[in-house]
């Protein structure tokens, strides 16, 4: 509900209307002779066309009976004014006032912000009842929504209202304890923005609802709705910086994104400034609020669009979420400059809009982490793989050099190092061109994969030669690298063989690496010298 529009929530469900005409107080007229006076009040007039000041309101005349059994009320809107008091006239002519309290209507107050004054019991008719408004904003009317209920309908509609706003109000708590909770693990700044909107429309609610004065009964009614507007202002700036921070950062690139982010700074800077200046300058500051909440929508369509151009994963969801919303507050936007009638419906449509937005936007939160988690580990596997590439030999699919030492250097335990160079190699790439040969380097690469044990480095060192570092106690034994090797059926049916050379010892340092590395290629060119295809073994090297 906007703050100072007539908060008619229970007006719908409790009792049944009344009407009133309107008469402007000059200062001495008696509330005895005007109750009696019913041709002398306005009851043609548009009330907010009258404008501010000290009014009489009479009703119709009534004709029921206000018993212990069976008490009356009158219900009315709560809206801007200084104080009222009321005369009621019974059948005998006997006039009973309720006085003016100086904190305005806040004794009164029930839950959805309407005012209810019980008609005392007895055995005459209410004829008609007479109200003195002084300082009147007239801001929507001067009394409005008048209605005559019994103390039942009362209750019940108390008990309706009670229970639409504690479901909203458990609702609205749990939300911000779940998203918070999300922010501290994720850190995302939609999700501190959406806390404080919730947070906002929360106290919006305890404050428009009524409920303040019910916690507070000491505070002025126009202060309560001071409130509305402040939480109000709080609630729809956090809201256009949530909308901001929701959205991929390319919908808000460049002019946009200012326009937004200063439209949310305005909007609740509009809800301080009422506060601040409602009680001298009323109207001025309800008009610039209006003003800069209509800037709202200037935000909202041009996002919308840009985010369908830009084929924002959110757009949807936004649209779903902010779309009550949207229209009830333009539809306000229009009831506050009157160019819509007073609508009961629309008049409660703030709190209930905003809670299913609330809740459609929690949901949209958990489909972007959703998305965002998506992205992530897409990134992460991009990440994978782009490591995996930086490691492996593009030809063989092995390690490459650098991350064969990387995982090879700081191994525990003594460890065999096999060095394998294939044999006459360029004779192989002469004969089968340089394809041929890279063929022949895949099938080996193939083969040493196979025979390593579980746990075994195998890396292409570089051209034709090969290593492979296993556990002492576990490696595989050369010859079987050389069987296996005579065995494979190579491109064109060439016979491929390899030279090993193996040594064991420690690799905890680059100094040991080097040592190891070494005694294998020593054995290596004593296996070439001694004819090829065939395996020569370093002595073990001891740890320093």
Known sequence: MMPGAPALAQAGVAGHPVSVCVLRDDGAMSAARLIREPGRFDCASTQHALGPGDYWALSEEIGERSTP???????????????????????????????????????????????????????????????????????????????????????????????MYAAFGGLALALIIYNLALWGALRHRFQLWYCAMTAGLLAYAFSSSGALAWVWPDIANNDRMRLNYLWLGLMGGAALMFARTFFEERVYTGRLGRVAEGVAVLIAAAGILVYLAAPVAIHAADLIFTSIFVGLTCVVVPTLWRAWRLRSNYLWLFAIAWGAPILTAILRMLGNIHLLPWNFWLDNSTVLSMCAEAVLSSLAIAYRIKLLSKERDAAMRGEEAALRLAETDPLTGLLNRRAFLEKAIGRPGDQMLQIADLDHFKSVNETLGHDGGDEVLRVFARVLRQVAPPGALVARMGGEEFAILSARDEAVEPEIVLARLRATRMPFDLQITTSVGTCCGPIGTEVDWKALYRGADSALFEAKSAGRDRVRNAPAREAA
Do not use: C
């Open 69 to 163: 059994e069976r008490p009356l009320s009158i219900r009315f809107a709560s809206v801007w004014q200084k104080s009222i008091a009321l005369d009621i006239l019974y059948e005998d002519g006997r006039i009973v006032r309720v006085p003016a309290d100086p904190r305005g209507l806040t004794p009164y107050i029930q839950l959805g912000a309407v005012a209810e004054i019980r008609l005392p019991p007895a055995q005459a008719r209410v004829m008609r009842l007479l109200w003195h408004v002084e300082g009147s904003a007239n801001l929507r009317g001067i009394l409005l929504g008048a209605r005559i209920s019994t103390a039942a309908e009362s209750v019940e509609a108390n008990l309706k209202m009670a229970a």
